[in-house]
């Protein structure tokens, strides 16, 4: 079934754009995970829809990946096909106010575009360190913007292979959700729809929230943002606090110094450290405050 699948996606893709046995912990921003048994990095739209076609034919496991910046995936790899829409990166203006952005652009790219054409409301998202098609999915949001409130509309692939496009109550965006998450579809592209700005502001603004990222946020170290989702009423990162958790560590995964909310990679961790930190921290915070934490983070593959 592999060769099989193998040779027709190598009547699609360039060889580079083809990996096999790749080590998912050159892929997340977590610098943990096994390899995947093939690994496919398709170059236009159209190469990944052809893709698409086939790996669903062969009945193989697949996963749509954008920057895996929120993602864990397991030390025994992944036995299925990584999609990587890293290779979409079509991005350009419409009119005066709106932003056309392919599904591997990352979102620091779409913010140098708003920046430069003087286009106001994406500054929240600059420094979310993931792609357009990875915000649409999980409703990316920070310092009171969400996706949600920018988005016109959304070109996805369904799980049927028809081309569709959602509008933004379509998408019922949710606290990072969205009705596609979980459900086979693929993004293509978004429209966002921003409004015209004063560029000094809108630079004066991206700076501002890039400081307080940097002030607050072990960006010094691997990881994969906010582990855990806020439970209605709380702070994940004061609860851990609270629980008596700052600094645990597990391996080479520790729960940060700098902010509680979030699991950093010291040097050597695996992505068993951090799942087995992850679980001894729900199970302490459930003991002391009586809170579930939900993670926020995907994993992928046994753990
Ligand atoms: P991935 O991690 O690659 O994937 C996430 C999910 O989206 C997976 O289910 C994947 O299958 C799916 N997916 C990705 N692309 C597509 C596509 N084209 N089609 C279909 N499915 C797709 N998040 C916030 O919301 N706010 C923050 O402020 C924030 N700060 C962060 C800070 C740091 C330092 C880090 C490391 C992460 C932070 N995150 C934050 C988390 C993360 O960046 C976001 O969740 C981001 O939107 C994930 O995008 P990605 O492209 O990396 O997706």
Known sequence: MK?????????????ENILID??????????TGGPASLFIRPSSRDELIRSMTIIKESNSPFFILGNGSNLLVSDKGYDGVIVSVSGLKGLET????????????LNSQIAAVAREHSMTGFEFAAGIPGTIGGAMIMNAGAYGGEMKMITESVTLLSPEGDIV?????????????????????????ATLSLEKGDNEQIIATMNELALKRKEKQPLEYPSAGSTFKR??????????????LRGYQVGGARVSDKHCGFVVNM????????YRLIC???????????????PEVIMLGDF
């Open 3 to 15: 060769e099989e699948l193998l040779t027709s996606l190598r009547g699609i893709l360039s060889e």
């Open 22 to 31: 790749e080590p998912m912990s050159r892929h997340t921003t977590f610098r």
């Open 94 to 105: 419409l009119g005066e106010n709106k932003i056309v952005a392919e599904a591997g652009c």
């Open 165 to 189: 496009t959602y509008d933004n109550e379509a998408m019922e965006f949710g606290y990072r959700t969205s009705s596609i998450k979980n459900k086979g579809y693929v993004v293509l592209e």
């Open 231 to 244: 439970p209605e009423g709380y702070f994940a990162g004061k609860l851990i606090e609270d629980a008596g």
């Open 267 to 274: 040097g050597d961790a695996t992505s068993t450290d951090v």
């Open 280 to 294: 001894d921290v729900r199970e302490k915070v459930l003991k002391e405050s009586g809170v579930t934490l939900e």
